[in-house]
């Protein structure tokens, strides 16, 4: 095997010359738990775009956080984010052929009466409670 | 080069090693599979409002701590490749060990929690809300303990200073297997 398709795993794609970045990645790891506690405590304030933003907006921001500085994918050949960003684009197109099946119960010429007769029946037997609220046992009793 | 290795463990034609460019495709593929779960899951918590009175039984503290314990794992992963880097093969071999201890705590606290629900009569089959929780949940389970596992085999070798390439490969993964979970957790157990 030639020089050329053999070379040392740097994994930063700078062969040669490391320098020990561990309070960079402890500094990366006390934002993470800053966000965690955030994405907890915003829900508890029962309004729909806080909980919106805290807990889902912050996963987001989590998951780019790890991505970048513990998967170090910004600084990886290009495309293996291109090859990311293509499954990404499957699962999204995935969701936008069937989402209209799943999340409606009805169009102009169909109708999904056992979704709908589902939906009427547990918000009849349940109505939705208030964030924050204490759950009851009594989806399970029904069962 | 010694031809007792396989070649794969060291060619980089494409600029990646081969087993590093291995593991970026196996977390190609692994989107494909916890997308398709989580993007299911979502529609159906969308069409199904009444889903929520079964989502509110789900621990939340259980789901944060676990967050927490995997956010801290994917640390010591990270400070394992880091120490590879500089090739010290102890130090990657014991944050390596401390990885697989945070898979260990994850997965016990996840028992404990599986037990309660199932012992409260929330089964895979009482509900599809319960249908979906024990998929994702399980299948992220699964990958938890087969990361632990190769860890394992990897930390053995690190400690002798043979393959540190590998520290960095396995803890690609497991920072992905983290990824999972802080997207499952505000869908399963924030979402009320």
Same mark, same amino acid.
């Given at each position: 095997?030639?020089?050329? =398709?053999?070379?040392?795993? !740097?994994?930063?794609?700078?062969?040669?010359?490391?320098?020990?970045? !561990?309070?960079?990645?402890?500094?990366?790891?006390?934002?993470?738990?800053?966000?965690? &506690?955030?994405?907890?405590?915003?829900?508890?304030?029962? +309004?729909?775009?806080?909980?919106?933003?805290? /807990?889902?907006?912050?996963?987001?921001?989590?998951?780019?956080?790890?991505?970048?500085?513990?998967? +170090?994918? =910004?600084?990886?050949?290009?495309?293996?984010?291109?090859?990311?960003?293509?499954?990404? /684009?499957?699962?999204?197109?995935?969701?936008?052929?069937?989402?209209?099946?799943?999340?409606?119960?009805?169009?102009?010429?169909?109708?999904?009466?056992?979704?709908?007769?589902? &939906?009427?029946?547990?918000?009849? /037997?349940?109505?939705?409670?208030?964030?924050?609220?204490?759950?009851?046992?009594?989806? +399970?009793?029904?069962? | 080069?010694?031809?007792?290795? %396989?070649?794969?463990?060291?060619?980089?034609?494409?600029? #990646?090693?081969?087993?590093?460019?291995?593991?970026?495709?196996?977390?190609?593929?692994? $989107?494909?599979?916890?997308?398709?779960?989580?993007?299911?899951?979502?529609?159906?918590?969308?069409?199904? %409002?009444?889903?929520?009175?079964?989502?509110?039984?789900?621990?939340?503290?259980?789901?944060?701590?676990?967050?927490?314990?995997?956010?801290?794992?994917?640390?010591?992963? @990270?400070?394992?490749?880091?120490?590879?880097?500089?090739?010290?093969?102890?130090?990657?071999?014991?944050?390596?060990?401390?990885?697989?201890?945070?898979?260990? @705590?994850?997965?016990? @606290?996840?028992?404990?929690?599986?037990?309660?629900? #199932?012992?409260?009569?929330?089964?895979?089959?009482?509900?599809?809300?319960?249908? *979906?929780?024990?998929?994702?949940?399980? #299948?992220?389970?699964?990958?938890? #303990?087969?990361?632990?596992?190769?860890?394992?085999?990897?930390? @053995?070798?690190?400690?002798?200073?043979?393959?540190?390439?590998?520290?960095?490969?396995?803890?690609?993964?497991?920072? *992905?297997?983290?990824?999972?979970?802080?997207?499952?957790? %505000?869908?399963?157990? $924030?979402?009320?």
């Amino acid at each position: 095997m030639s020089d050329a =398709t053999t070379a040392p795993d !740097s994994g930063h794609g700078d062969s040669g010359h490391h320098e020990d970045h !561990s309070k960079h990645y402890i500094k990366i790891w006390g934002i993470l738990l800053v966000l965690l &506690v955030a994405s907890i405590i915003g829900p508890e304030l029962g +309004h729909p775009t806080v909980t919106l933003i805290t /807990a889902f907006g912050i996963a987001f921001v989590k998951a780019y956080l790890v991505i970048k500085h513990f998967m +170090h994918l =910004t600084v990886e050949k290009r495309y293996i984010g291109f090859l990311m960003l293509t499954m990404l /684009a499957f699962m999204l197109v995935f969701v936008a052929g069937v989402a209209p099946d799943v999340m409606k119960h009805e169009g102009q010429r169909w109708t999904n009466d056992a979704a709908k007769a589902a &939906v009427e029946k547990g918000l009849k /037997a349940h109505p939705p409670h208030h964030a924050g609220e204490p759950a009851d046992q009594k989806a +399970h009793e029904q069962h | 080069m010694s031809m007792a290795r %396989p070649i794969a463990t060291t060619r980089s034609a494409t600029g #990646i090693s081969t087993g590093k460019l291995a593991v970026w495709w196996l977390i190609a593929s692994e $989107i494909v599979i916890f997308g398709g779960v989580l993007g299911s899951y979502v529609m159906h918590r969308l069409g199904h %409002p009444e889903w929520a009175d079964q989502a509110a039984n789900t621990n939340t503290w259980a789901g944060a701590f676990n967050t927490l314990v995997l956010l801290t794992s994917s640390l010591a992963a @990270v400070l394992a490749h880091n120490a590879a880097e500089m090739k010290d093969g102890k130090k990657a071999a014991k944050f390596l060990w401390l990885t697989i201890l945070g898979a260990l @705590v994850f997965l016990v @606290v996840k028992s404990w929690e599986w037990s309660t629900e #199932i012992h409260h009569g929330f089964t895979i089959t009482s509900h599809t809300f319960w249908s *979906f929780y024990y998929t994702a949940a399980g #299948i992220h389970g699964l990958h938890v #303990i087969i990361g632990a596992i190769i860890m394992a085999v990897i930390a @053995v070798d690190a400690a002798k200073g043979k393959d540190l390439q590998r520290v960095e490969a396995v803890g690609l993964y497991w920072h *992905f297997v983290d990824i999972v979970w802080i997207f499952l957790f %505000p869908l399963l157990y $924030i979402a009320k």
